[in-house]
């Protein structure tokens, strides 16, 4: 099992900026890739973006591609979320998850972990 959990949402003005942050525990050494997605109130899961955990390679939605960056320290066991030029239509609930098989994906149900979740707004 792996244990996820996300800090760092809370409200934010159009055009600022906000950093999540995703700490796994647990046999973490599974993990192949970890991923960012978000759900906003009546909308499905969106894929942000993917970074593979032993690796640097990355992927991200087109929606947040140039204004979103993932990172990591493994040696921290955690993921970042670095989210720049916010507009309103980034509000949402934001989640990590981790994925055991081999491959970036952008489905929600190819990961296996999931954390609980960090609310980020952004008002206009």
């Known amino acids: 099992q792996v244990q996820l959990v996300e800090s760092g949402g809370g409200l934010v003005q159009a055009g600022g900026s906000l950093r999540l942050s995703c700490g796994a525990s647990?046999?973490?050494?599974?993990?192949?890739?970890m991923g960012w997605f978000r759900q906003a109130p009546g909308k499905e899961r969106e894929f942000v973006g993917a970074i593979i955990w032993s690796g640097f390679t990355t992927y991200y939605s087109d929606s947040v591609k140039g204004r979103f960056t993932i990172s990591k320290n493994n040696a921290k066991n955690t993921m970042y979320l670095q989210m720049n030029s916010l507009k309103p239509e980034d509000t949402a609930v934001y989640y990590c998850a981790a994925d055991r098989t081999v491959g970036l994906r952008p489905s929600p149900e190819e990961y296996d972990y999931w954390g609980q979740g960090t609310q980020v707004t952004v008002s206009s």
């Open positions: 647990g046999r973490t050494f599974s993990i192949y890739a």
